[in-house]
């Protein structure tokens, strides 16, 4: 099992900056890609981005490419997410997860942290 619990979570305006960040726990948490879902109200839960086991590649969504960054802490088990130009269209719950495989499928899921962006 793995544990992941999120925190940085909150409100901002519109054109500003957020960094999120998740402490992963329990299993060797090297062994798998860590990353970032999203909720928006009414909608489906959505990728966002990912970071290899090695912290050596990231991947993303569109939407997030160009705005977002992800990095990792191997030694403190950190994943943080670094959203810049943020849009009311960001606003979500924000989701770290964890994969054996890729990020885009997850094996485990923190409790998630809203994020607001107003206009």
């Known amino acids: 099992q793995v544990q992941l619990v999120e925190s940085g979570g909150g409100l901002v305006q519109a054109g500003g900056s957020l960094r999120l960040s998740c402490a992963a726990s329990g299993r060797i948490t090297s062994m798998y890609d860590m990353g970032w879902f999203r909720q928006a109200p009414g909608k489906a839960r959505e990728f966002v981005g990912g970071?290899?086991?090695?912290?050596?590649?990231?991947y993303f969504a569109d939407f997030a490419k160009g705005r977002f960054t992800i990095s990792r802490d191997m030694v403190k088990n950190t994943v943080s997410l670094q959203m810049a130009n943020l849009k009311p269209d960001d606003t979500a719950i924000y989701y770290c997860v964890a994969s054996i495989w890729r990020a885009d499928s997850p094996d485990y899921w923190g409790q998630g942290t809203q994020v607001t962006v107003s206009s």
């Open positions: 970071i290899a086991k090695s912290g050596a590649s990231t």
